[in-house]
T-cell receptor, first 112, second 114 residues
C-alpha cells in the first residue's frame, strides 16, 4: 500500500520568514495530494491540494510543488504569521479511489 | 465547520467494555471515514464506507467495528478486543466522484480508558 513520509516533525520559524514542509510517497499511481491544517483543539481542514497534471499551485501565501519523478511534494508558506501555527498533514491518494494516506504531521510554530 | 458532528466529545471506557462513537453528517456525502489520531503518528484509517450498507477495512481495523445503515450516519464501535483504545478519533466525509475529493472532518471524540 501507499506510504507517506513527512519531514520535519517540528518546525519553528520567526514571524515573516518562510516555512517548508516536505513529503515523499511510495505509490507511483498516486495522483492527488492534499494538505490539511489542524489548529490546536480543532479539526483538520484542507488548505490546498494539487493533482499530478500540474507541478505547482499557489494560493496567496501558500504554495505546493510536486515532483512526480522523485515522488515528493512540498508545502511552502511565505511571510509566516502567528496564526499559521498549527499541525500540517500531507496526504496522497489515487483519483477514483476513496482511501487517503496521511503523513505523520508537522507541528509549525511561528514565533512573533 | 458545520455539517458533520461527532458525539460525545469525551468518552470513558472501562476494561472489557464496548463503546460506540457517533458520527452524523448532513452534507449529503456518500463517503464516510473513521481515523485514529495518536501523537506523532498522524491520521490512521480505521474503516471507510463509500455507500450505504457497504464499508471497507482501513489500515488498523482490528478491534473496531462499524455500520452504515443510513447515508447520514457512520457509528464506530470500539470493542474490548482493542487493547490500546486511548486516542483521538476523527470522523470525516467526502462527496465521492471520479476525482479525489476534499474530506470534511468532525470535531473529534477523545476516548480514555478508566
Amino acid at each position: 500500500g501507499e506510504n507517506v513520509e513527512q519531514h520535519p516533525s517540528t518546525l519553528s520559524v520567526q514571524e515573516g520568514d518562510s516555512a517548508v514542509i516536505k513529503c515523499t510517497y511510495s505509490d507511483s499511481a498516486s495522483n492527488y495530494f492534499p494538505w490539511y491544517k489542524q489548529e490546536l483543539g480543532k479539526r483538520p481542514q484542507l488548505i490546498i491540494d494539487i493533482r499530478s497534471n500540474v507541478g505547482e499551485k499557489k494560493d496567496q501565501r501558500i504554495a505546493v510543488t510536486l515532483n512526480k519523478t522523485a515522488k515528493h511534494f512540498s508545502l511552502h508558506i511565505t511571510e509566516t504569521q502567528p496564526e499559521d501555527s498549527a499541525v500540517y498533514f500531507c496526504a496522497a491518494s489515487i483519483e477514483g479511489y476513496q482511501k487517503v494516506t496521511f503523513g505523520t504531521g508537522t507541528k509549525l510554530q511561528v514565533i512573533p | 465547520d458545520g455539517g458533520i458532528t461527532q458525539s460525545p466529545k469525551y468518552l470513558f471506557r472501562k476494561e472489557g467494555q464496548n463503546v460506540t462513537l457517533s458520527c452524523e453528517q448532513n452534507l449529503n456525502h456518500d463517503a464516510m471515514y473513521w481515523y485514529r489520531q495518536d501523537p506523532g503518528q498522524g491520521l490512521r484509517l480505521i474503516y471507510y464506507s463509500q455507500i450505504v450498507n457497504d464499508f471497507q477495512k482501513g489500515d488498523i481495523a482490528e478491534g473496531y467495528s462499524v455500520s452504515r445503515e443510513k447515508k447520514e450516519s457512520f457509528p464506530l464501535t470500539v470493542t474490548s478486543a482493542q487493547k490500546n483504545p486511548t486516542a483521538f478519533y476523527l470522523c470525516a466525509s467526502s462527496k465521492p466522484g471520479w476525482a479525489a475529493e476534499t474530506q470534511y472532518f468532525g470535531p473529534g471524540t477523545r476516548l480514555l480508558v478508566l
